[in-house]
């Protein structure tokens, strides 16, 4: 991994190349070892490349053969690692939301995330619906996403969370210019920010738009 890594820290194209080919030729010797624990390691970092390659379609793919794996080997530690280092909110890149393919993507981490019983990673991706489909102009879809991503919060016991999507709801009804839909879910931050003893992050929920 040390070696993926110092290729995706070089500023050039040509890094991401070397990383992909590193990865894929130490996948070549494990699967030629029988090394099935060796396989799952290497494509979770196979993934990880993909996603510093802006490839997130291909990253989730991936994340579907390793999490397979790591059921089969009864490695349940390493399939979380696997799903917070790549299943993220992260995954898809800023510019990416018109693109059909990070749909897709989202669309098969979904459903990994959901296989896993890994609520974090659906709230993530939800939330990640929620910015994609802003972005392709319909809110109603995008609202009806954040909703999800809410009750899984609820679920989670994270307040955090709960109190996030409040805040970009809030800003997503001001972009909007729905002042009486955006003022409620600022205030529902402001209170969720408040219980959390986040002051911080009061002005925001009820800041002007950037």
């Known amino acids: 991994r040390t070696a993926v890594d110092a290729h995706l820290a070089r500023p050039d194209r040509e890094g991401k190349e070397d990383a992909l080919q590193a990865v894929v030729d130490a996948l070549s010797a494990f699967r030629e070892a029988d090394s099935l624990q060796g396989e799952a390691q290497g494509l979770h970092v196979l993934a990880s490349v993909y996603v510093a390659r802006h490839e997130p379609e291909a990253a989730v793919n ?45 669309k098969v981490a979904l459903a990994v995330c959901g296989q896993a019983e890994h609520k974090p990673g659906q709230a993530a991706m939800l939330l990640t619906t929620f910015r994609l489909l802003l972005a392709r102009d319909k809110p109603e879809r995008a609202m009806q996403a954040a909703e999800e991503a809410v009750k899984i919060f609820q679920d989670l016991g994270d307040g955090r969370g709960e109190a996030e999507v409040a ?19 600022a205030q529902r931050a402001l209170a969720l920010y408040r219980g959390l003893g986040d002051q911080a992050e009061e002005r925001p929920a009820f800041g002007p738009p950037p």
Do not use: Y
């Not at 510019?95 to 897709?104: P, Q, V």
């Not at 809030?170 to 002042?179: K, N, S, Y």
């Open 62 to 106: 991936v994340v579907q053969d390793a999490a397979s794996i790591f059921r089969e080997l009864g490695d349940k530690r390493g399939e979380l690692a696997l799903l917070q280092s790549v299943v993220n909110r992260d995954l898809v890149k800023p510019g990416m939301e018109g693109s059909d393919e990070a749909l897709r993507a989202i």
């Open 167 to 185: 805040h970009l709801t809030a800003q997503a009804h001001l972009d909007r210019e729905e002042p009486r839909k955006a003022l409620q879910a």
